[in-house]
Nanobody
Framework: QVQLVEFGGGSVQAGGSLTLSCVCS????????MGWFRQAPDKEREGVAA????????YYSDSVKGRFTISQDSAKNTMYLQMNSLKPEDTAMYYC?????????????????????RGQGTQVTVSS
């Protein structure tokens, strides 16, 4: 099993920045891809960013490309989501997720909500 715990959510004004962290534990060596997805009230889950465990290519949804950056510190088993130029429409519960499958393109970021493992979520609220 793999356990994921998110940190770093909060409230910020539009144009501001937040960094989310996700600590991964358990059978992490079985994981290939890691990423973030979000869900706003009354909206579908949306994959936003993905990368490979241990580093490598990164992939983003069109809605966050150029504003969000996914990264990781393998020594700490921690993944990050740096969110800049935040907009009110970024308000959502953010989840980190991990899976054994590989992501190959920005389009496949949409698969993240279906990943095998996810954390409990952290709330991000952006006010105008």
């Amino acid at each position: 099993q793999v356990q994921l715990v998110e940190f770093g959510g909060g409230s910020v004004q539009a144009g501001g920045s937040l960094t989310l962290s996700c600590v991964c534990s358990g059978y992490t060596h079985t994981i290939t891809s890691m990423g973030w997805f979000r869900q706003a009230p009354d909206k579908e889950r949306e994959g936003v960013a993905a990368t490979y465990r241990g580093g490598g290519n990164t992939y983003y949804s069109d809605s966050v490309k150029g504003r969000f950056t996914i990264s990781q510190d393998s020594a700490k088993n921690t993944m990050y989501l740096q969110m800049n130029s935040l907009k009110p429409e970024d308000t959502a519960m953010y989840y980190c997720a991990a899976d054994h499958q590989r992501i190959y393109s920005d389009d496949e970021v949409a698969l993240i909500p279906a990943f095998a493992y996810r954390g409990q979520g952290t709330q991000v609220t952006v006010s105008s």
